[in-house]
């Protein structure tokens, strides 16, 4: 049993900032490849970006490349997406998923989601 919990998504204004949060928990608790995916009305869902079990290696969409940031805190559980110079096609509910290893190519647990929209 693993649970996936991401929070800090909100409203801002175009060009704003926002960090998101995903905390990872349940009865046997690992250190997790993770990836960030967003889905926008009417859109499919979309890759954002991804990090490793340790940290070391991340990779990130073209579409967000140079503004958002992931990182992770395995002493916390948690990995956080950094988004600067947000702009209205951003908007969506962002999702966090684990995958077994880093080289696992299926995200086995997903999160419930946190909107985030920016403002035109």
């Known amino acids: 049993q693993v649970q996936l919990v991401a929070t800090g998504g909100g409203l801002v204004q175009n060009g704003g900032s926002l960090r998101l949060s995903c905390v990872v928990s349940g009865r046997t608790v690992s250190n997790f490849a993770m990836g960030w995916f967003r889905r926008a009305l009417g859109k499919e869902r979309e890759f954002v970006s991804a990090i490793s079990r340790s940290g070391n290696s991340t990779n990130y969409a073209d579409s967000v490349k140079g503004r958002f940031n992931i990182s992770r805190d395995n002493a916390k559980s948690t990995v956080y997406l950094q988004m600067h110079s947000l702009k209205p096609e951003d908007t969506a509910v962002y999702f966090c998923?684990?995958?077994?290893?880093?080289?696992?190519?299926?995200?086995?647990?997903w999160g419930q989601g946190t909107q985030v929209t920016t403002a035109k």
């Open positions: 998923a684990a995958r077994d290893t880093d080289f696992s190519t299926q995200y086995r647990y």
